[in-house]
C-alpha cells in the first residue's frame, strides 16, 4: 500500500492560472442537465409551451399559446411592469387588436367583410406569439450566457466548496 498526500484547494484560493484553467475545463458545468425547465415552467405560467430552442446557429424557438393571445396579453401585463419589452408587447397586440375590432365596420353586430377580419386578426395574433416566443429566446439566451460565464462559475465553485488540485481540476468529483 501506498500512501499519498494531496493538497485541495478551493476555487478562490487557486493561482490565477489554475482558476483559469478550472474555468474553462468545466465552462459546461452550469448548462449541464435541464437548465432550461425553469424558464418552460415560467412561459407555461404566462401560457406558452415551449417545445424546443436553438441558441448556437440556429437560433430559433418554438412554441406555442396553451391559452388565448388575449389571455396571454393579459398575463404578461399582470406580471410584469410597464417599462418591460414584453409588457409593451402586449400592450401593443391588445391595443391594435381592440382597435381593429372597434373600428371595423359591423352590420346588425355581425362584422361586414368577416374573412378580412379575420385574417387580420389572424395576423396581429400570430405576429404577438412570435413577438413573446422572441423574448423566451432571448431569455433563455441570458441565462445560458450566465451559466457559462466565468463570474457565475467562479461563485458556483466557491459556494458549493469544491475541492481542485493546484492546477485546477477537480478533486474527487
Known amino acids: 500500500m501506498k500512501t499519498q498526500t494531496i493538497n485541495t484547494y478551493l476555487f478562490n484560493e487557486l493561482n490565477e492560472k489554475a482558476k483559469e484553467f478550472a474555468l474553462n475545463k468545466y465552462r459546461d458545468f452550469g448548462t449541464s442537465d435541464y437548465w432550461y ?28 399559446f396553451i391559452w388565448s393571445e388575449i389571455e396571454v396579453a393579459d398575463k404578461i401585463m399582470d406580471v410584469y ?17 381592440d382597435e381593429l375590432c372597434d373600428n371595423w365596420e359591423y352590420i346588425d353586430g355581425a362584422p361586414t367583410n368577416e374573412d378580412e377580419l379575420e385574417d387580420k386578426l389572424n395576423e396581429l395574433e400570430h405576429q404577438f406569439e412570435k413577438d413573446v416566443l422572441n423574448f423566451y429566446w432571448k431569455m433563455l439566451n441570458s441565462e ?30
Open 81 to 97: 411592469g410597464a417599462d418591460a419589452e414584453i409588457y409593451k408587447t402586449a400592450f401593443k397586440f391588445r391595443k391594435e387588436r
Open 37 to 64: 425547465q425553469d424558464t418552460y415552467e415560467y412561459a407555461k405560467e404566462h401560457g406558452l409551451r415551449i417545445s424546443a430552442f436553438d441558441l448556437d446557429r440556429g437560433s430559433k424557438i418554438e412554441g406555442e
Open 144 to 173: 445560458y450566457e450566465y451559466l457559462f460565464s466565468d463570474e457565475f462559475l467562479a461563485d458556483h465553485f466557491d459556494n458549493m466548496e469544491y475541492q481542485f488540485t493546484e492546477n485546477g481540476i477537480f478533486y474527487n468529483f
